[in-house]
C-alpha cells in the first residue's frame, strides 16, 4: 500500500471519531500548529485532532498506532526547544479542551486536572482551602499541566519545593500501542518500579497522560522578598552562592541582568532600580518566627555581597510588583529585539559569576547582545540571545552562541537543560553529556515503549531514529535488555 493511501484511510478514520470543526486538515488550519514557543524549526502536520474526552484520545493513539503514523501531543504551545513541534506529515493531538479540574480533596492535598488545565488554575482553585500547587514556572499562566509533566517544569520557587516531578503523584496514561494504564497513584510511597518518574520529563516520548494527580502544600504563613541592585553581574552571581553557603534555603532566588530589567520595566514598570547591571530576588516563606529569623542573617549575607541598594518588599502588592516583573521579563524582551533564542542550561551555583562573567565575554565576542534571567537558586541560567532574523547570518550566530554556552555549562559541571527540555533545540549537544552506550540504553527504553517511534518522533534524541519494533514473547523491558528476569 502507498504512503498516500495509508495516508488517506487514517484521515478517513480520524473523521470518524471527530466532528469536522475539531478535525483540522486545511492549511490554514494547521499554520498555528507548525511550530511552538521556538519559531525557528517548523513543520506541517497532516492533521491537528482537538479531542474533547479521554476516550477520543485513545482512540485517536490507537488510530495512528494502527496506520503507523507518528503524532504529537500539544497544550498550549508554548515550549521552548521544539519540543512539541510537528512530526512533518504526522498528527497534532491538541489537548486543550481537556481541561477540567476532576476532583480536589483539601483534606488529602490533592487535585485531579486533565492534561489541557492552565497551570495556575490548579491553586486558583486550592486556594480558599489555604492550599497551592508549588510549581510556577514563568508561563504558569497559560502553559498546561500535561506540557509542565512532559517537560518536568520548574519554576521561580523550585530551589525549596524541587520540580513537577516533586508533585506529580500519579497519572493515568495512553501509551503509543493504544494501552491505557496508570502510574503511581494518590501517595508519595509507591510500590514497585518508579514508572511514573520514567514518564515525567521523557517529553512525550512515552505517550499521552489523560489525568494527572498532583500535591498539593498549604500557603506560606508570612513572605519576606528582598530585591539587591548591583553594579555588576558576577556579584550578583556569587551572592546566590554565598546565600546558600550561609545555610539559608530560601523559596526562589532569581537573576535579572541590565537588559531583561530594561525590557520589564517598559512592559509591567515593576519599579526596579534601572541603572542596576544585575537584581538579585531572594524570598524566604514559611512560619512567621522563622521567616523573622532567616530576614535578619539574609540581610547579613547580601549586605556583605556589595550591592549598591536593597528593598524590602513592605506587604503583598510590592511583592505581588517585584515578581510580575520577572514574570514578565521572557516575553517583556520581545521589546528589545524582534526575535530571540531562550538557552536553559544549568551550572553549579559555586560557578554562577563564573559562568556569567563568560557569557558576557560569548556575548561581545559574536556581537549579540545577551539578556539574563535565570532561577539563581539551583544554577538555571535562562540568557535570552537577541537578534533579527531579517539579517543574514544573525540566526546561525545566535545558535552558535548558544551552543557555546551550553558547552561551557556541560565544561563547569552542569548539564544542557534545566526544565525547557532537550527537544528539537539540545539534541544534537546530547553527546556532550553522554557517551554513546549511555544514550542507547535510553533508546532502547524508548523503544521498550513505542515499537515504532510514533510518540512525538525525532525529539531528544541526536540525529534521526529508526524505528525497531520489539519482539513479541518477552516483557518489553526485559527485551531491550533494561531489566532481567535471571
Known amino acids: 500500500m502507498t504512503a498516500s493511501a495509508t495516508l488517506a484511510e487514517l484521515l478517513a478514520d480520524l473523521a470518524r471519531i471527530l466532528p469536522k470543526e475539531r478535525f483540522l486538515t486545511e492549511a490554514a488550519q494547521l499554520a498555528p500548529y507548525e511550530s511552538d514557543a521556538l519559531t525557528a524549526f517548523r513543520a506541517r502536520p497532516c492533521a491537528v485532532v482537538l479531542p474533547q474526552t479521554s476516550e477520543e484520545v485513545v482512540e485517536i493513539v490507537r488510530t495512528c498506532a494502527r496506520h503507523k503514523v507518528p503524532f ?175 545555610g539559608l534555603l530560601p523559596g526562589a532566588m532569581e537573576i535579572m541582568d541590565n537588559l531583561a530589567i530594561e525590557a520589564a520595566e517598559a512592559a509591567v514598570h515593576a519599579g526596579y532600580p534601572t541603572a542596576a547591571r544585575a537584581l538579585l530576588i531572594v524570598e524566604l516563606e514559611g512560619e512567621a518566627p522563622q521567616v523573622e529569623a532567616e530576614a535578619e542573617q539574609l540581610s547579613r549575607v547580601i549586605e556583605r555581597s556589595g550591592p549598591y541598594e536593597v528593598r524590602v518588599a513592605r506587604d503583598a502588592e510590592e511583592r505581588m510588583k517585584i515578581w510580575k516583573g520577572r514574570k514578565a521579563a521572557f516575553s517583556a524582551v520581545g521589546r528589545l529585539s524582534p526575535d530571540y533564542i531562550v538557552q536553559d542550561g544549568v551550572v553549579p551555583r559555586s560557578k554562577l559569576g563564573r559562568a556569567l562573567a563568560e557569557i558576557e565575554r560569548l556575548s561581545q565576542e559574536h556581537g549579540l547582545r545577551v539578556a539574563n534571567v535565570f532561577h539563581a537558586g539551583d544554577g538555571n541560567l535562562h540568557p535570552l540571545i537577541l537578534y533579527d532574523g531579517k539579517v543574514p547570518g544573525e540566526l546561525e550566530r545566535g545558535e552558535r552562541l548558544a551552543g557555546e554556552i551550553l558547552r561551557m555549562c556541560v565544561r563547569l559541571g552542569g548539564t544542557i537543560t534545566g526544565e525547557h527540555g532537550v527537544g528539537m533545540e539540545k539534541k544534537e549537544y546530547m553527546p556532550e553529556m553522554f557517551a554513546e552506550a549511555d544514550l542507547e540504553a535510553m533508546r532502547r527504553i524508548r523503544r521498550a515503549v513505542d515499537p515504532l517511534e510514533l510518540s512525538n518522533r525525532g525529539k531528544m534524541f541526536p540525529g534521526g531514529e529508526a524505528p525497531a519494533v520489539t519482539a513479541h514473547g518477552a516483557h518489553p523491558l526485559e527485551q531491550a535488555g533494561v531489566i532481567s528476569r535471571e
Open 72 to 246: 504529537t501531543a500539544r497544550g498550549s504551545g508554548t515550549s521552548l526547544s521544539g519540543g512539541s513541534l510537528p512530526v512533518e506529515g504526522g498528527v497534532v493531538i491538541g489537548l486543550n479542551r481537556l481541561n477540567r479540574l476532576l476532583r480536589l480533596d483539601p483534606n488529602e492535598r490533592i487535585a485531579v486536572v486533565q492534561p489541557g488545565h492552565i497551570n495556575l488554575r490548579v491553586s486558583d482553585a486550592a486556594a480558599p482551602y489555604g492550599l497551592y500547587y508549588a510549581p510556577d514556572p514563568s508561563s504558569q499562566p497559560v502553559s498546561t499541566i500535561g506540557g509542565n509533566l512532559a517537560f518536568n517544569s520548574g519554576g521561580a520557587h523550585c530551589l525549596k519545593y524541587g520540580m513537577t516531578s516533586n508533585h506529580v503523584l500519579g497519572a493515568k496514561v495512553v501509551l503509543p500501542t493504544g494501552e491505557v494504564v496508570e502510574l503511581g497513584g494518590e501517595s508519595l510511597e509507591g510500590l514497585g518500579p518508579d514508572w511514573l518518574g520514567l514518564f515525567v520529563g521523557s517529553e512525550g516520548l512515552m505517550g499521552i497522560a489523560l489525568e494527572v494527580t498532583l500535591r498539593l502544600l498549604p500557603k506560606p504563613e508570612k513572605y519576606h522578598t528582598l530585591l539587591a541592585a548591583y553594579d555588576a553581574l558576577e556579584k550578583a552571581g556569587d551572592a546566590v552562592a554565598a546565600v546558600v553557603a550561609s
